[in-house]
Structures are given as structure tokens and as C-alpha cells.
């Protein structure tokens, strides 16, 4: 049974006797055991109390619970306090529910709450005040300096001003209330985004991938860099933001690996507060909420990680409540106080579908970013859904990272940003990266469907005779283009290259002077390829008349084949086969 504060109850004297800190266990007792009945005395109390105002810590969850409950417009009734509790697994914290149905079935009437609620909120001030003054006595017994003492003073007289101007009356209420002409003296158009650019200040986003992809390890290097005030994703660099991140994930050792990995060490952390596995109540909850808010108030976070969503609530994945929950008592109160949330989370089975579990998800958060992992160290950082627009939709990105034995090298790893073309050459599978391969193996631009498909099944990549068809299309017309860039004419200059491997159309070959070889000719042969045949025409009179037929077809100086098409209308005397550059045309032996 937890009815009892395991805090410090007991406050050592000078004198040496112990006393009990000031409580009010039978005003506890009344107040929540009204509110479970009644919204009306539940809002009269939260006008003079909080939370931290409760001695014991069952009435805390009572009361946290209860004020879950009439957030959702229902009502609430003892039996549902206890159900969601029991959902929990904190049933043991209130008696197994005794404590429960003892409270709700002696109550008070609705419009009494409100005065015991005072003498609670007296009783908790004088704890503070207790607690205070026990702090500094501490600090006087360790040898603190007067400096030190008016901090302690000065930090708690901040948090009461902080306490009365924002706990208590309807001060906390009317503060939601805009003033028009502050907020129409307001730019939100030049507020400047994240490092990253990810996501504006405020902001709450959602990152979903699958396994593989290596969540964690891109937004701990984003967070990292962004509390050190360091470039991320070729963006400038901004002041260090304080960030916390709650991590339910990643053991400790591979946390260590990976910071140490980024170039992070205990001395260049910035302004990141790491919570490993923190024991805060269900996020989907009250308490949770409450846990949370206390977290970021103690770091001063002005951004939240959470890693992975789904092992902070209580609720199921597919029920649309439990993100609501989550929105009601931990997202929504994180956006009143503009303060960015990141939260991680899996693709579902259907990844087409986003991420996993309710479509609830993704109804509260400004952008959903999907990161896939796209082979050989690319991913892709897609922007699926967004509020505003604002920023970049699509990011291609590559993990850099070295190895040298079993750990990571010290600051070798990184995400940094590709361009379209560098990325998609690096993906197995796309055009592009069929492309760069087939041209890393020699094969000539205008080979055809049937030279591809043999040429991948050697290099053992697969693609489809649509995929193919496409291919041999881009480098047949690019191609094309080359040709035309580098021979414009029959007759070009005798600087004038032609085809790339080819010697200048009026030189030899080789370029090298008359009477030596000419490449694919038989040693000792004349410097200049043989005259080839020509034909006689088809029409004519045998005396010097025109003939009247069509002109005799070129033939290629190697296999002696007539030369037709594009090749030989720009002036090649080969054929692509033939061509000594390609290291596949016959010699004379075999051309004769």
C-alpha cells in the first residue's frame, strides 16, 4: 500500500527532535473524493491547487486521473478513476482500488470543495517553506557562500511569484487570451526554422521509418549538432537550443557509441539533457503529462525528443483515444508553452499507409517526415504531411561513417545532403545507377535492347524490358547529342574531333605522320587505310553520262560492309563495331 510519502516527511530541528511537514490529510481526502463526481468541483479546486500541492501520493494520482477524465468531457465516476488506473498497473499505489471507492463513497458537496481546497493549498505553501528553509541549511552546513545562499532565496522566490501568477485563480485562463495587437505586430513569416530545417520553432513533428533506417541515429546526431550550435544539413549554424531527449529505446553503450561516433564527448554535449530509459508515467495519461512538464521545467528544454512514441503510452496503437490522450496531457500543453517536440515512431505493416497504429497519429503534428533507407548508405527524408509548407519537402541524404575493427571511428559519422544526380546514381536499381554501370563497362551508347539485357545479366543486375527500353532510349539520344557536338559537319576542320575515341577526320588515327601503321592494319601496311571498292552505277551509258540511280553506298574501312544511317551522314568511315575504340572490330584476316 502506497498511501504514504516516500519523500522526506520528517524535518530534523536544530534541537535535534524530528517533526511531521505540514499536511491536511482530511482536506486531501474530501477534494478527491468530490472531484470524481463532480466537473464542477474539480474546476473550483484547480482554480486554488495543483497538483504538487497533495501530501500524499495516492491522492496525486487520484486527482491526476480524475482531471484526465474531465478533460475528455466525460463523466467520471470512482469506477472509471479506478479502471483507468488499473490500465495503469498502479493499482497498487491506491490499495488495489480500496482507497478508491472509500474516498468516492464519503463525500462532500460540490460547492464545499473550494474551502478545502485552500486549506490544501495553505499547507502545501507552508511545505515549500519548510522544504526551503531545510535547503538552506544544507547548503550552510556544506560551506556555502553568501552568493551561493541568495541564489537558493532568490530562485525560490521566483518560483512562488511563478506559482501565484500561473497556478493559482484565473490568471493561468486568461493568459490563453490573445492581445490583437501583439499578435498582429507578429512575423511568423521570417521566424527562422530549426537547424535542419526540418521543423519552425514550437513545432511538433513526427519522424517515422522502419528498422533498418536508423531513426534514432539521425535525429541524435540532429539534436546533437542543434544543442551545439553546429551546422546540420547544409544549414547555417544557429544558437545552441536546449533539448531534451527521453529515450526508451537505445541501451546505454550504443548511446555512447554513437555520440562518440558524431564527435560528441562529455565535454561537447552543449546544451542536450539525455534522459536513458526515464521513469515517467505513461505519456498518454495525467501523471504522464505532469511527469513530463516537471522534466522540461527542471531542463528548460525548448525542444522534446521522444524515442520511440510507442513505448511511452499505456493505451493501444490502434485506438484513436490514446493519441488523443497523448495530445490532451503532454503534446498540447508542450505547444501552449512553444516548445518543439520531436517524436520517433515505426511504419506500420502497410507502409504505404504511414506509421503504425491509428491514423489519429499524425492529426496533432505540423509535418510528418518518413525516413527510408535506400541501400548502400543513401536514404531518403520525405515530408509526407505538413501544416504550413514552409521549408523543404524532400531531403537525399547519405550516412558517412568509418569502421575501424569493431567501433566506429571518433567523429566520422555524419548525415550529409546529396544532389538528385549523385543520389540517385548511388541507388541499386534506378535508371541512373543502371546507367553509370553500363558505362563503367565499355559498352557503346547505341547498343541496343538485346547488347543491355546481356550486358546486366553479366554484371548480374536485374531490370525489366520496359526499364530497358528506357535505358537503351537516354543513351542511344545522348548519344546522338555527342555526335552532333563533336562532328557538325562531313567535312570538319583538321583540329575537328569526331566520335569520342575517333582521330581527327583528316589525320591519321593514331596521329601519328605517313608510312606508320594504322591501327587494326597488318604491320608494315601504308600509313592510310586502303581505298575501298566503289561500285559502278546502276544506270548510265558507259561514256561519262550521269547515272541516273542512286550514289554508291560508302562502305566501312575495316569489315568492307556498306556504311548506312546516322554515321554515315556525319562522315564515320566505320561502323560502332568496328570502331577501334570500342576494342571489338575485326582485323583485315577476318574482315576478307
Same mark, same amino acid.
Given at each position: 500500500?502506497?498511501?504514504?510519502?516516500?519523500?522526506?516527511?520528517?524535518?530534523?530541528?536544530?534541537?535535534?527532535?524530528?517533526?511531521?511537514?505540514?499536511?491536511?490529510?482530511?482536506?486531501?481526502?474530501?477534494?478527491?473524493?468530490?472531484?470524481?463526481?463532480?466537473?464542477?468541483?474539480?474546476?473550483?479546486?484547480?482554480?486554488?491547487?495543483?497538483?504538487?500541492?497533495?501530501?500524499?501520493?495516492?491522492?496525486?494520482?487520484?486527482?491526476?486521473?480524475?482531471?484526465?477524465?474531465?478533460?475528455?468531457?466525460?463523466?467520471?465516476?470512482?469506477?472509471?478513476?479506478?479502471?483507468?488506473?488499473?490500465?495503469?498497473?498502479?493499482?497498487?499505489?491506491?490499495?488495489?482500488?480500496?482507497?478508491?471507492?472509500?474516498?468516492?463513497?464519503?463525500?462532500?458537496?460540490?460547492?464545499?470543495?473550494?474551502?478545502?481546497?485552500?486549506?490544501?493549498?495553505?499547507?502545501?505553501?507552508?511545505?515549500?517553506?519548510?522544504?526551503?528553509?531545510?535547503?538552506?541549511?544544507?547548503?550552510?552546513?556544506?560551506?556555502?557562500?553568501?552568493?551561493?545562499?541568495?541564489?537558493?532565496?532568490?530562485?525560490?522566490?521566483?518560483?512562488?511569484?511563478?506559482?501565484?501568477?500561473?497556478?493559482?485563480?484565473?490568471?493561468?485562463?486568461?493568459?490563453?487570451?490573445?492581445?490583437?495587437?501583439?499578435?498582429?505586430?507578429?512575423?511568423?513569416?521570417?521566424?527562422?526554422?530549426?537547424?535542419?530545417?526540418?521543423?519552425?520553432?514550437?513545432?511538433?513533428?513526427?519522424?517515422?521509418?522502419?528498422?533498418?533506417?536508423?531513426?534514432?541515429?539521425?535525429?541524435?546526431?540532429?539534436?546533437?549538432?542543434?544543442?551545439?550550435?553546429?551546422?546540420?544539413?547544409?544549414?547555417?549554424?544557429?544558437?545552441?537550443?536546449?533539448?531534451?531527449?527521453?529515450?526508451?529505446?537505445?541501451?546505454?553503450?550504443?548511446?555512447?557509441?554513437?555520440?562518440?561516433?558524431?564527435?560528441?564527448?562529455?565535454?561537447?554535449?552543449?546544451?542536450?539533457?539525455?534522459?536513458?530509459?526515464?521513469?515517467?508515467?505513461?505519456?498518454?495519461?495525467?501523471?504522464?503529462?505532469?511527469?513530463?512538464?516537471?522534466?522540461?521545467?527542471?531542463?528548460?528544454?525548448?525542444?522534446?525528443?521522444?524515442?520511440?512514441?510507442?513505448?511511452?503510452?499505456?493505451?493501444?496503437?490502434?485506438?484513436?483515444?490514446?493519441?488523443?490522450?497523448?495530445?490532451?496531457?503532454?503534446?498540447?500543453?508542450?505547444?501552449?508553452?512553444?516548445?518543439?517536440?520531436?517524436?520517433?515512431?515505426?511504419?506500420?505493416?502497410?507502409?504505404?499507409?504511414?506509421?503504425?497504429?491509428?491514423?489519429?497519429?499524425?492529426?496533432?503534428?505540423?509535418?510528418?517526415?518518413?525516413?527510408?533507407?535506400?541501400?548502400?548508405?543513401?536514404?531518403?527524408?520525405?515530408?509526407?504531411?505538413?501544416?504550413?509548407?514552409?521549408?523543404?519537402?524532400?531531403?537525399?541524404?547519405?550516412?558517412?561513417?568509418?569502421?575501424?575493427?569493431?567501433?566506429?571511428?571518433?567523429?566520422?559519422?555524419?548525415?550529409?545532403?546529396?544532389?538528385?544526380?549523385?543520389?540517385?546514381?548511388?541507388?541499386?536499381?534506378?535508371?541512373?545507377?543502371?546507367?553509370?554501370?553500363?558505362?563503367?563497362?565499355?559498352?557503346?551508347?547505341?547498343?541496343?535492347?538485346?547488347?543491355?539485357?546481356?550486358?546486366?545479366?553479366?554484371?548480374?543486375?536485374?531490370?525489366?524490358?520496359?526499364?530497358?527500353?528506357?535505358?537503351?532510349?537516354?543513351?542511344?539520344?545522348?548519344?546522338?547529342?555527342?555526335?552532333?557536338?563533336?562532328?557538325?559537319?562531313?567535312?570538319?576542320?583538321?583540329?575537328?574531333?569526331?566520335?569520342?575515341?575517333?582521330?581527327?577526320?583528316?589525320?591519321?588515327?593514331?596521329?601519328?605522320?605517313?608510312?606508320?601503321?594504322?591501327? @587494326?592494319?597488318?604491320? /608494315? +601496311? %601504308? &600509313?592510310?587505310?586502303?581505298? #575501298?571498292?566503289?561500285?559502278? $552505277?546502276? =544506270? @548510265?551509258?558507259?561514256? /561519262? +553520262? %550521269? &547515272?541516273?540511280?542512286?550514289? #554508291?553506298?560508302?562502305?566501312? $574501312?575495316? =569489315?568492307?560492309?556498306?556504311?548506312?544511317?546516322?554515321?554515315?551522314?556525319?562522315?564515320?568511315?566505320?561502323?560502332?563495331?568496328?570502331?577501334?575504340?570500342?576494342?571489338?572490330?575485326?582485323?583485315?584476316?577476318?574482315?576478307?
Amino acid at each position: 500500500m502506497d498511501n504514504v510519502r516516500h519523500m522526506p516527511r520528517d524535518q530534523a530541528d536544530q534541537d535535534g527532535l524530528t517533526r511531521t511537514s505540514p499536511h491536511d490529510i482530511e482536506a486531501e481526502e474530501y477534494v478527491v473524493g468530490i472531484v470524481m463526481h463532480s466537473k464542477l468541483a474539480h474546476d473550483e479546486c484547480a482554480l486554488v491547487i495543483t497538483r504538487e500541492d497533495f501530501y500524499r501520493p495516492a491522492h496525486q494520482l487520484i486527482w491526476d486521473t480524475a482531471a484526465g477524465i474531465h478533460a475528455t468531457g466525460q463523466p467520471c465516476h470512482p469506477a472509471l478513476v479506478r479502471a483507468e488506473i488499473e490500465k495503469q498497473g498502479q493499482l497498487h499505489r491506491v490499495d488495489g482500488g480500496n482507497l478508491i471507492y472509500r474516498l468516492g463513497g464519503e463525500t462532500i458537496s460540490p460547492s464545499m470543495a473550494a474551502s478545502f481546497a485552500e486549506r490544501i493549498a495553505e499547507t502545501g505553501r507552508q511545505r515549500r517553506y519548510d522544504s526551503h528553509s531545510t535547503a538552506l541549511k544544507a547548503a550552510i552546513d556544506r560551506g556555502a557562500d553568501g552568493d551561493e545562499l541568495a541564489e537558493i532565496v532568490a530562485d525560490f522566490q521566483q518560483g512562488e511569484q511563478l506559482r501565484e501568477s500561473t497556478g493559482r485563480g484565473p490568471s493561468h485562463l486568461t493568459a490563453s487570451l490573445l492581445n490583437w495587437g501583439d499578435f498582429f505586430n507578429i512575423d511568423f513569416g521570417k521566424i527562422q526554422l530549426l537547424p535542419g530545417k526540418l521543423m519552425g520553432p514550437g513545432q511538433q513533428i513526427a519522424v517515422i521509418g522502419d528498422g533498418k533506417a536508423g531513426k534514432s541515429l539521425f535525429v541524435q546526431e540532429w539534436m546533437w549538432r542543434m544543442a551545439t550550435g553546429q551546422s546540420f544539413l547544409n544549414d547555417v549554424p544557429q544558437e545552441p537550443v536546449k533539448v531534451l531527449y527521453l529515450d526508451a529505446e537505445n541501451g546505454q553503450e550504443q548511446v555512447q557509441e554513437r555520440f562518440v561516433s558524431f564527435g560528441a564527448g562529455p565535454d561537447a554535449m552543449g546544451e542536450l539533457c539525455y534522459a536513458s530509459f526515464p521513469p515517467v508515467r505513461p505519456l498518454d495519461t495525467a501523471g504522464g503529462g505532469a511527469d513530463l512538464a516537471a522534466l522540461v521545467k527542471a531542463t528548460g528544454a525548448q525542444l522534446v525528443v521522444i524515442d520511440t512514441v510507442s513505448r511511452f503510452i499505456n493505451g493501444l496503437e490502434n485506438d484513436a483515444d490514446t493519441w488523443l490522450s497523448l495530445y490532451r496531457h503532454t503534446l498540447l500543453p508542450l505547444k501552449r508553452d512553444r516548445i518543439a517536440s520531436v517524436r520517433l515512431d515505426h511504419f506500420g505493416k502497410d507502409k504505404e499507409r504511414g506509421g503504425r497504429g491509428s491514423s489519429a497519429k499524425t492529426q496533432d503534428v505540423d509535418h510528418v517526415w518518413e525516413l527510408t533507407y535506400e541501400g548502400s548508405g543513401e536514404l531518403t527524408l520525405k515530408r509526407t504531411h505538413t501544416r504550413t509548407g514552409i521549408g523543404p519537402d524532400r531531403f537525399h541524404l547519405a550516412r558517412l561513417a568509418d569502421r575501424d575493427g569493431d567501433r566506429w571511428v571518433a567523429g566520422s559519422t555524419r548525415h550529409v545532403v546529396r544532389s538528385r544526380e549523385h543520389f540517385e546514381q548511388n541507388i541499386p536499381g534506378t535508371d541512373e545507377h543502371i546507367i553509370l554501370a553500363l558505362d563503367s563497362s565499355g559498352l557503346p551508347l547505341e547498343a541496343g535492347n538485346r547488347l543491355v539485357k546481356n550486358k546486366l545479366a553479366d554484371l548480374q543486375i536485374p531490370a525489366g524490358s520496359d526499364k530497358i527500353a528506357r535505358i537503351v532510349k537516354i543513351r542511344q539520344t545522348r548519344a546522338k547529342a555527342e555526335a552532333e557536338e563533336r562532328s557538325p559537319g562531313r567535312s570538319p576542320d583538321h583540329d575537328q574531333q569526331t566520335f569520342p575515341g575517333n582521330v581527327p577526320r583528316n589525320g591519321s588515327r593514331d596521329g601519328k605522320g605517313a608510312g606508320q601503321t594504322f591501327p @587494326g592494319n597488318a604491320g /608494315g +601496311t %601504308s &600509313g592510310k587505310p586502303s581505298v #575501298p571498292h566503289v561500285p559502278h $552505277t546502276e =544506270c @548510265g551509258d558507259g561514256e /561519262g +553520262t %550521269s &547515272g541516273t540511280g542512286a550514289p #554508291p553506298e560508302p562502305l566501312c $574501312t575495316v =569489315c568492307k560492309n556498306p556504311l548506312t544511317g546516322f554515321r554515315a551522314d556525319r562522315g564515320y568511315d566505320t561502323h560502332v563495331s568496328c570502331d577501334p575504340a570500342t576494342g571489338s572490330h575485326p582485323t583485315h584476316a577476318e574482315a576478307s
